[in-house]
């Protein structure tokens, strides 16, 4: 074993996608099966249809052929592409699911925060869930008393720690479920992208915590989509795309090989409708988002300064007399740098039709050199939320001669580019 703490060899996990789900079948349902089941296999002869073709399921590698170590101590980042396999890696780590193929050696106690309220029994209390918690990751009563005041107050739910978990809002169930992984005291700590559920406050914090128990020389595993964080965080990144390892080493290399990955792979153009950007329980509104430059072409790379187009395509299931929508413009760090609303705009949207497009122009792209990313949201003032996805269309901006000046703004003038008049006055 030596300083290992994780080794992965050959992994692989494959998932079969498309297929029905079985219902519970009964005496009845079996014996009719096996009565119809000559006269389906001759309609599906006299159809050219092999018999249970239609029943064949499709099937996706999310991981494949995954190899790597992680030493005792290391702090190693996890970044992709959503449905890059992220998840899935750590669901094997956390022996949550099994392999397919290879194998998975985790030499440690591993605490894992892979979403809102994961391990917790909504009927169990806060406190009785702490307890639970710790008894599955082989502690003693005695050890999680010790940690117990500082979880509370870390989750800052002193208030609720005897209520049923079932009546907590999702920002609670994250603080405990990040307080439990984080302070009883595993060798491993498993965190997936669920930070971006808490405020800016709590992020910070957990941030903060996550430093700490690197600190400590106990090992962190870090799923986020949030460059800052992993540069701050991590020694090694391992850069995941279709289920393979394309990069494992430092840091900087890795998120640059990343930015630059998502900007060859985008155009411009991207169907929303599947997208796995979208945030649960929202509903497809947005359909379809296109980037146009002054030229009229849909395009991912735009000038400063130039004309800037956002085509968004939706659809409603039923007219909507106050509808809005709303683009975040965030840097690759996923800081907001500026935001579009219609809201702020002043601009009443009445949608009467099913389908229809909302268009947002920018006659002056204010953006110094760089990578950004569109955030997009849809609802209404009385449920603003309706649909939104996180990050989901990647742009690149070049230099132009934003100033009028022949000189060429960079990237650390900072992200927006300002015009202004100087003179000296006596």
């Not at 992994?11 to 005496?27: P, V």
């Not at 029943?55 to 190899?67: G, M, Q, R």
């Not at 050890?143 to 079932?166: G, L, N, S, Y």
């Not at 060859?264 to 796995?276: E, K, T």
């Amino acid at each position: 074993m030596g300083n290992v703490a994780i080794r992965v060899e050959g992994l692989g996990k494959m998932y079969r996608i498309g297929g029905r789900q079985e219902r519970y079948r009964t005496l009845r349902d079996t014996l009719t099966d096996a009565f119809t089941a000559p006269f389906r296999r001759a309609s599906s002869l006299l159809h050219g249809q092999a018999y249970g073709a239609a029943n064949l399921n499709e099937t996706i590698w999310a991981l494949k052929d995954v190899s790597f170590e992680v030493k005792h101590g290391e702090v190693v980042g996890i970044i992709g592409r959503n449905g890059a396999g992220k998840s899935t890696l750590l669901k094997i780590l956390s022996r949550i699911t099994e392999p397919t193929e290879g194998y998975a050696d985790v030499y440690g106690r591993v605490g894992s925060l892979l979403e809102v309220g994961t391990g917790f029994h909504p009927e169990l209390t806060g406190r009785e869930n702490i307890y639970l918690n710790g008894a599955i990751l082989g502690m003693s009563r005695a050890e999680i008393d010790r940690k117990f005041d500082e979880i509370v107050a870390f989750a800052e739910i002193e208030k609720f720690i005897d209520t049923p978990v079932k009546h907590y809002s999702s920002g609670m169930g994250l603080r405990l479920g990040f307080a439990v992984a984080a302070h009883l005291e595993p060798e491993i700590l498993v965190v997936d992208e669920v930070l971006a559920v808490g405020d800016a406050q709590f992020q910070k914090k957990c941030l903060g915590k996550m430093s700490e128990v690197a600190g400590e020389g106990r090992t962190v595993l870090f799923v986020s989509h949030n460059m800052a964080a992993v540069l701050n965080l991590c020694d090694r990144v391992a850069v995941l795309d279709r289920g393979n390892v394309r990069y494992l080493g430092e840091a900087n290399e890795g998120v640059a090989r990343y930015v630059n990955n998502m900007i060859a792979q985008s155009d411009g153009d991207v169907d929303l409708r599947m997208h796995s950007a979208r945030r649960k329980g929202c509903t497809p509104i947005l359909q379809r988002a296109r980037l146009l430059g002054e030229d009229g072409n849909v395009r991912s790379q735009f000038l400063s300064g130039e004309s800037w187009r956002i085509e968004m395509s939706c659809f409603l299931d039923a007219p909507l007399q106050d509808f809005q929508i709303g683009i975040g413009v965030d840097d690759w760090f996923q800081s907001r740098v500026f935001s579009l609303t219609t809201l702020t705009a002043g601009a009443k949207l009445a949608p009467a039709t099913h389908t229809f497009k909302v268009v947002c122009v920018v006659d002056d792209l204010p953006l110094a050199p760089g990578h950004y990313t569109l955030s997009l949201s849809a609802g209404t003032s009385h449920a603003p939320l309706l649909d939104a996805l996180d990050h989901a269309v990647t742009f690149y901006v070049e230099a132009s001669d934003f100033f009028g000046s022949g000189k060429l703004p960079s990237a650390n003038l900072g992200r927006v580019l300002v015009r202004s008049k100087w003179s000296l006055e006596e």
